[in-house]
């Protein structure tokens, strides 16, 4: 059974720091592609960053670029999100996917595996 944990989530003020936490189990976790999204009432849950170990890659939406980081420690079978220099719209439900499986890396439905989310809220 895979199962996708995210933790770290919180209330902070703007140029504030967070850093998220993915813990996955019962998933091929070294190799594979994963991402973080961000979804706020109202709207479609949008692609914030995605790694693929295999190749190094990183992707980021431009309102991220220079202030988050996406890695993984293979150990911990833990994907994080490092978030620097917060700003009020970074506010929002945070999850991890894994599994793409084609598609942009920002497409919600190109993976298979959810986490429930956690809470980031970012005060001006």
């Known amino acids: 059974q895979v199962q996708l944990v995210e933790s770290g989530g919180g209330s902070v003020t703007a140029g504030g720091s967070l850093r998220l936490s993915c813990a996955v189990s019962?998933?091929?976790?070294?190799?594979?592609?994963k991402g973080w999204f961000r979804q706020v009432p109202g709207k479609e849950r949008a692609g914030v960053a995605a790694f693929w170990p295999g190749g190094s890659l990183t992707y980021y939406a431009d309102s991220v670029k220079g202030r988050f980081t996406i890695s993984q420690d293979n150990a911990k079978n833990t994907l994080y999100l490092q978030m620097n220099s917060l700003k009020p719209e970074d506010t929002g439900m945070y999850y991890c996917a894994a599994h793409w499986s084609g598609g942009g890396w920002y497409t919600p439905s190109a993976y298979k595996y959810w986490g429930q989310g956690t809470q980031v809220t970012v005060s001006s």
């Open positions: 019962g998933y091929t976790f070294r190799t594979s592609w």
